[in-house]
């Protein structure tokens, strides 16, 4: 009796579920069956190719490969898109920046794919998650905060984390390092800083306890979309659940209690909400008082700009490392730069040195073209879609891929050759301006690009003042992980020596 009220029950849960795929599916099929890309397997599609079928150990970078040789093929036959199947799933990759404009720049594709669902349990459904009316309200409140006026007022927090991450790398003298892991703690305490208004102190202090429940609860969150094992609700509860959820609620229980400790210094008027330089939260404070956003709304946005202001921020600042390790004539032209500017004085950056530290800019901008930081950028399409002469159909997703366009040789001939002159403005001028596109673009593209921008040219010119990092491997010796962000999987390793002064 149990087992039939069971089994009932289950189809009771199933049943509307697997109607939807099955009638997705028929609709989908036969728009699928003409786009260009590779067919793979029935079900399960190109999961095999993906995963380095057997031909590598690397399988981390497999995808990547995969996505690359695809691309090729594609561009060879006259595509502008491919696509492929894996695990159900149907997806859809530009190949070239005007292709990518068509999405970004569509006013009603702006729903995000799949992956980020997982995400929702920490960072809400806020400016990260949102689509519709909410998401523009949202971008609305958002947008004034990143304002070049406001910026300023984060260089003081730039310039001492900065400081500290220079003073750290140097203790390390030596002996070989993984810059990701300093570059990480760096980017996190930035980020609390200016978020919050708080120091966690977490280059000095690398055992608190918020960089251990943040890298517990992504990990997960990278694993959930690709083990299918956690999808059953048994064993996910059985094996994963318990170290899942203490992490959360360490995460959540951490924002809270600094929202309540300022909140009681704004309210007993330590804290003044209308100060010209002030931290994200304050801002929030005041949307708050105007009844604009709820307390619970405030704590889910503070999240969403850490999640989104600090990985994405170690990834690149890392990979800018290594670019400089691994180059070292490109690193003395970034050092002489700093020189010229700042001389042997142990001064901050101010807001004029870093329109000067132009060279170090397309430096950045060039590393951030060979090893784009957020390599994937996905949207669930609300509605069939019309891309490269092709229909794409609802329900599929587009698979907005940095890597790809960023190594398309139509724009940039010899693409694995590292060039910073890319970036002159006259070279800038031949290309399409979606040929570019580490920060995502359109009515999505990412609200902190300017904030990163600054944060990583202080944190290159102050360590590079002091400092020089050496490695005996090349820049492309290098394997590459799609989580969330690029991660160097042989690890950005690296010895760093002080710099006589003068
Ligand atoms: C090198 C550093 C960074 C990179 C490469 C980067 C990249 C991106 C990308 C690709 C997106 C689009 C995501 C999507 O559409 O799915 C995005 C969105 C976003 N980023 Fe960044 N980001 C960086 C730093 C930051 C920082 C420092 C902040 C905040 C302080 C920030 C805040 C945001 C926000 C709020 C969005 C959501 C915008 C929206 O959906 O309207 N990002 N970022």
């Given at each position: ?18 109607v ?5 599916w ?67 990759l ?5 292709m ?19 995400l ?17 309200e949202?971008?609305k ?12 007022g ?11 991450l ?9 002996t ?12 996190l ?7 919050m208004?708080?120091e ?19 990990n997960f ?11 059953i ?41 209308n100060?010209?330089k ?20 405030l ?42 500017i ?37 949207r ?17 997703e ?12 139509d ?23 979606y ?5 995502c673009?359109?009515?999505r ?42 991660k ?15």
């Open positions: 009796m149990i087992g039939l009220l069971f089994t009932i029950a289950a189809a009771c849960y199933y049943i509307p579920w697997l939807k795929i099955i009638s997705e028929i609709h989908q099929y036969p728009y699928i069956m003409k786009l260009p890309g590779p067919k793979g397997l029935p079900i399960v599609g190109s999961i095999l190719e993906l995963a380095g079928d057997g031909k590598t150990t690397d399988t981390s970078t497999a995808p990547l490969l995969f996505w690359l040789e695809c691309a090729k093929k594609a561009r060879a036959e006259g595509h502008q898109i491919f696509s492929m199947t894996y695990l159900g799933r149907t997806i859809t530009p190949l070239n920046g005007e990518v404009k068509t999405i970004c720049e569509s006013p009603e594709q702006l729903m995000k794919g799949k992956d980020y669902d997982y929702k349990a920490w960072v809400g459904d806020g400016i990260l998650t949102a689509i519709g009316d909410k998401w523009k949202r971008r409140f958002f947008s004034p905060m990143f304002h070049f006026t406001m910026l300023e984060y260089l003081d927090s730039f310039n001492k984390h900065a400081r500290i220079q003073e750290e790398v140097a203790k390390t003298e030596g070989e390092i993984d810059m990701f892991t300093y570059t990480k703690r760096c980017a305490d930035v980020i609390v800083d200016t978020a208004g708080c966690f102190g977490i280059q000095r202090n690398p055992d608190h306890p918020y960089p251990h429940a943040i890298e517990v609860y992504t969150s990278q694993r959930y979309n690709t083990e299918p094992q956690m999808w609700t048994a064993i996910w509860y059985l094996l994963y659940h318990r170290e899942y959820k203490t992490a959360l609620n360490a995460l959540h229980s951490l924002t809270d209690d600094i929202i309540k400790e300022r909140f009681k210094r704004v309210q007993s008027g330590i804290v003044d909400l100060a010209k002030k931290p994200l939260i304050d801002h929030f404070f005041g949307l708050v008082e105007q009844g604009r956003m709820t307390m619970e709304e704590h889910y946005e503070i999240n969403a700009v850490i999640f989104g202001g600090h990985d994405t921020t170690s990834a690149a600042q890392s990979w800018v490392f290594w670019a400089l390790a691994t180059q070292p004539h490109f690193q003395q032209q970034c050092y002489e730069e700093a020189m010229d700042f001389g042997d004085s142990d001064r901050e950056c101010t807001h004029d040195d870093l329109k000067q530290l132009q060279f170090t800019e397309r430096f950045i901008r060039e590393t951030m073209r060979i090893f784009a930081p957020v390599p994937l950028v996905e669930e399409l609300v509605s069939d879609f019309e891309m490269g002469g092709h229909i794409i159909p609802k329900g599929t587009i698979f907005i891929n940095a890597f790809l366009i960023h190594h398309n040789p724009a940039y001939p010899d693409p694995w050759k590292f060039d910073p002159d890319r970036f002159l403005i006259d070279e800038i001028s031949k290309r399409h301006p040929d570019y596109i580490p920060f673009a359109g009515h593209s990412c609200l902190g690009q300017k904030f990163a921008m600054q944060e990583m040219k202080i944190l290159t010119s102050t360590a590079l003042r002091k400092l020089s990092f050496q490695s005996d491997k090349n820049l492309l010796d290098q394997g590459y992980a799609t989580d969330v962000v690029l160097a999987t042989k690890g950005c390793l690296m010895t760093v020596k002080r710099r006589e002064q003068h």
